[in-house]
């Protein structure tokens, strides 16, 4: 099982599912999009990008072949020197069944999966045990998102009862919700971190203007980061981003100054993945 390590993950979340381009006109949205964002992110320190897809007219999309066209993108853009993991979001518009079929379909290499919207009645532990045991299986690296502590918990009591295999899988804190106005603070993070007694590696997202402050608590307790115009368009000052880079050259400065290094892609698959 893949541990702590002094190197840092800077995961970028370019899009997410809801922003459109009138919210900012740097949001890449096409796969073209998506490939320049991937290249300028990966030369300002990222090692992975958190990919959402969008349909013909904009809106959050689980197609298969919307994500091979887009993951196609990318590796034109950057080859492997970022992971690229793709959301099984359900974002209103998707239910588990089909948030799972996705991924089984797909077989991305990378993953993020909201426990939460799986675990639901239609599913069950039994469908939980066959979900989880093929990810494990097929080796994708699957980050488990918790918008909670019950969450969390939830999850160990599901890994103590091995409904939940033993894998190398990580966990994404989330500092807050999608709403109006959402601005997470630093200290959002420590009922996540107190409440985690696992060894999963962790990795924060976080609202708002505040989201920089939260990655840099989250460097300096050990965990990584995942910033980007999916929660968030401001740099620290308060002024608008130009650009996803901008937010990810942040946090990469603030690992330098907290002595951390930052991972590359390949060195991220070795200790979250072979690990």
Known sequence: MAVFSQALLITVAPNGAYKQRPDHPALPITTAELGQTAKLCLDAGAAMIHMHIRDAEGRHSLDVQGYRDAQQAVKAAVGDELIIQVTSEAARVYKAPEQIAMVTALKPEAVSVGLREVDQPEIGEAGLAQFF???????????????????????????????????????????????????????????????????????????????????????????????????????????????????????????????RSLYTAAQAREAFFLA
């Open 133 to 259: 045991g093929w990810l494990a299986k097929e080796r994708v690296m699957t980050q488990v998102i918790v918008y909670d502590v019950a969450d969390l918990q939830r999850w160990q009591a599901l890994r103590a009862q091995g409904v939940i295999p033993d894998a190398p899988w990580s966990l994404l804190f989330v500092l807050g919700r999608y709403s109006v106005g959402q601005t997470s603070e630093a200290k959002d993070l420590l009922p996540f971190v107190m409440a985690h007694t696992g060894q999963e590696p962790w990795s924060m997202c976080a609202f708002g203007a505040g989201e920089h402050a939260c990655a840099t608590t989250a460097v300096a307790l050990g965990g990584h980061a995942r910033v980007g115009f999916e929660n968030n368009l401001l740099l620290n000052n308060g002024q608008v981003a130009p650009d996803n880079a901008a937010l990810v050259r942040q946090i990469a400065d603030s690992a330098r100054v907290l002595g």
